[in-house]
Antibody, heavy 121, light 110 residues
Framework: EVQLVESGGGLVQPGRSLRLSCVAS????????VHWVRQAPGKGLEWVSS????????GYADSVKGRFTISRDNARNSLYLQMNSLRAEDTAVYYC??????????????WGKGTTVTVSS | QSALTQPASVSGSPGQSITISCTGT?????????VSWYQQHPGKAPQVMIY???RRPSGVSNRFSGSKSGNTASLTISGLQAEDEADYYC??????????FGTGTKVTVL
């Protein structure tokens, strides 16, 4: 079964850091680009960051650029999101998703169930 | 990176057809074929319904169809069913290696 499982969410104070992980199974992880997408409570989907199969091309939303870093370890079938200088507006469910493309971003065909990040003092 | 513009809500009776619009710019919807649509039920992860403007993944009902004209993409749901009640988001690849989602549309089956 093709699956993505996120972890690492939790309650964190403003200004602190958190690292999210996403473990893939059921497909050849290094054949595909991957994404992080978030959804604030009661709000819509917001693209956060993406990486091609070898991290040769990486993109960030303006709202997280300079604070968040996406990385992947193909040997461990894992995707990560290092989140620094967290703000209240970063509070959201964070989804990991798989693209159908390898060296580009086409569309997201597999999603994890998400992990919740709450930034509050 | 401004979100693509969608109507906040659309409703229809069972069996009717509804269309959701998604308006962007030449830097996203109008400039690329990589427009997709996602369905999200409450508390669930999104699921792709349409990709490459008008293509359907296997397993998605043929009641769902997509199109694009200029900077506006559209999703049409024909033969509306109770299970179609959900939030729908368009998305597009954009210039500068970024991605953007629409503002989202809540579909209500009357």
């Amino acid at each position: 079964e093709v699956q993505l499982v996120e972890s690492g969410g939790g309650l964190v104070q403003p200004g602190r850091s958190l690292r999210l992980s996403c473990v893939a199974s059921g497909f050849t992880f290094d054949n595909y680009a991957v994404h992080w997408v978030r959804q604030a409570p009661g709000k819509g989907l917001e693209w956060v960051s993406s990486a091609t199969w070898n991290s040769g091309t990486i993109g960030y939303a303006d709202s997280v650029k300079g604070r968040f870093t996406i990385s992947r370890d193909n040997a461990r079938n894992s995707l990560y999101l290092q989140m620094n200088s967290l703000r209240a507006e970063d509070t959201a469910v964070y989804y990991c998703s798989k693209d159908t493309g390898r060296s580009g971003w086409w569309y997201m065909d597999v999603w994890g169930k998400g992990t919740t990040v709450t930034v509050s003092s | 990176q401004s979100a693509l513009t969608q109507p906040a809500s659309v409703s229809g009776s069972p069996g009717q057809s509804i269309t959701i619009s998604c308006t962007g710019t030449t830097n996203d919807v109008g400039g690329y074929k990589f427009v997709s649509w996602y369905q999200q039920h409450p508390g669930k992860a999104p699921q792709v319904m349409i990709y490459d403007v008008s293509r359907r993944p296997s397993g998605v009902s043929n009641r769902f169809s997509g199109s694009k004209s200029g900077n506006t993409a559209s999703l049409t749901i024909s033969g509306l069913q109770a299970e179609d009640e959900a939030d729908y988001y368009c998305s597009s690849y954009t210039t500068r290696n970024t991605y953007v989602f629409g503002t989202g549309t809540k579909v209500t089956v009357l």
